[in-house]
């Protein structure tokens, strides 16, 4: 995937993220505090891969796609949370957790191909 298509994904999934945390901040109780949660992790993923893009190194670059990684990962726990917990549907919300696993799974890939790169 490329860079500006992997900024514009993430972006629109923190879009997604917000709307999402706008709703769960409406029922009030347990889910407004998941909410909370929910949109700093899940803002943070596209946050933190432009900021790879700009990277000064190879290993600075590397850095802040584990942070990625690890928010992307994040986010996908606080849906499960959501989904387990019954506050959402797992209907409601199948199609942001996929896409969490998803960027989740990119970015992984991506710190992978970079380490084997610079071995080399």
Known sequence: MEREELKTRTKQFALRILRLSEKLQGMGGSAAILSKQLLRS?????????A???AKSDNDFLNKL????????ETTYWLELLIESRLLSEELLSD???EARQLTAIITSSIKTKRRNMTK
């Open 96 to 98: 942001i957790h996929d």
């Open 66 to 73: 584990k942070i990625c990684e690890e928010e992307a990962d």
């Open 42 to 50: 899940g803002t943070s993923v596209g946050a933190n891969y432009r």
């Open 52 to 54: 790879a893009c700009i």
